[in-house]
């Protein structure tokens, strides 16, 4: 295999299928994963100085999250292993992959979702055909209940790092940023953090194309970002810790970065420190402030984890953490649409009277 083979494909995520597990074009689940896009936030606020950081826009995947690549890595070997029920605990976006691409192929699915889960996620699951349960507790805290039904019920768990695939899957998020920066790589890369998976893909990603003398030069450098009311990777990082201590009542309005004591932690913190990256928390009220600013900066929804990457590439730009001509990449891990938004209740009257619409909109 050659570079210009995988230039000469489709942009999609199997066109590196020779870097994936899956072998037999078969075996293939697909709902349509394509590449996805890189777009600059021109408009939104940043330091003088600094370049417009580039949001690569993982909503555009099915199920509109990033997740869609590492569940349709491991449910795609599950079917071609002959499995016939898989099962997840999900703060949401992970569920609905897995029940997307499970029912694709006719296989049974089973998903444990905190209890405030958001409504569109959790209906979002059901629909695409899991049977799906809230339950009063943090998604770490799912793993009794799965481990309970293994046996008996014929589970096959496909939670992060519980299998080896969905970072087979994640790990294409990394090839891409290599092909779409014409083999060279940017310079940071903000993820937003929870069960680690990408950040864990996108380095073993670039170590296999190291091998393959594909790109040369330094590698990006990894930034953690957490919310600061769940932040054991953070924590770790600043302590010089190798593993995360389990966050106590930990919340945030960035559902998916929720994730109080990662399996990963280690491997996580490991890519951190390799790549010189660094990890950060921050507030929630800055996350909301984010994804308005934005969207009503650039015309670009974020989702609050995406928004999470976004707040904390400012806080790294004012305080000297990153260079103004580094070329930055934020992740946006969903649609911003699969999140709630502020009521906008204006209304106009066109049945009791004229209508002064000139006065109407000077008045909005």
């Known amino acids: 295999m050659k570079r210009s083979d995988i230039e000469g494909r489709p942009a999609d995520m199997w066109r590196w299928h020779e870097l994936l597990p899956l072998k037999r074009p078969e075996d293939i689940i697909n709902l349509g994963e394509v590449q996805t896009p890189l ?13 417009a ?12 999250s990033f997740k869609a690549r590492g569940l349709v890595m491991a ?21 609905a992959a897995m029940a997307a691409y499970a029912s694709h192929v006719g296989m049974e699915s089973f998903c ?18 899991a049977k799906v349960w809230r339950f009063n507790g943090l998604i770490n805290e799912a793993g009794k209940m799965i481990v309970a039904g293994k046996e008996p019920l014929g589970w096959f768990d496909v939670s992060t790092l519980k299998e080896p695939y969905r970072i087979e899957g994640k790990k294409t998020m990394g090839l891409e940023l290599a092909a779409q920066f014409d083999w060279s790589l940017p310079d940071v890369v903000f993820y937003p953090t929870g069960g680690g998976t990408g950040l864990i893909g996108m380095w073993k990603a670039w170590q296999e194309l190291l091998e393959l003398g594909w790109i040369t030069g330094k590698l990006p450098r990894l930034v953690a970002v957490q919310a600061s009311t769940c932040a054991p990777i953070v924590r770790a ?13 930990a919340h945030t309005v960035a559902s998916g970065i929720r994730v109080p004591a990662a399996i990963g932690d280690f491997l996580m913190l490991n890519a951190i420190r390799e790549s010189n990256g660094f990890a950060l928390a921050v507030e929630d ?8 600013h934005v969207a009503q900066r650039d015309g670009f929804l974020l989702c609050p984890e995406g928004a999470a990457t976004y707040v904390a590439y400012r806080t790294a730009a004012e305080r000297g953490m990153i260079s103004p001509t580094d070329k930055v990449i934020l992740f946006n891990c969903a649609t ?17 009277g004229p209508v002064d619409i000139v006065d109407i909109v000077n008045k909005y």
């Open 39 to 51: 777009v600059a936030l021109s408009e939104a606020s940043r330091p003088k100085g600094f370049c």
């Open 53 to 64: 950081p580039l949001v690569k826009d993982e909503g555009r995947l099915p199920t509109g």
């Open 75 to 95: 449910v795609s070997m599950a079917n071609a292993f002959g499995i016939k029920r898989v099962v997840i605990p999900t703060n949401g976006n992970a569920g």
């Open 112 to 129: 444990f979702c905190p209890e405030d889960t958001p409504e569109v996620n959790v209906r979002e699951i059901a629909l695409q055909g």
């Open 237 to 249: 990082y600043d302590q010089g810790a190798t593993h995360a201590e389990p966050w106590v009542n």
């Open 285 to 292: 009220a800055d996350i909301l402030a984010a994804v308005s």
């Open 336 to 352: 911003g649409l699969k999140y709630p938004m502020p009521a906008s209740d204006a209304r106009i009257d066109i049945k009791s």
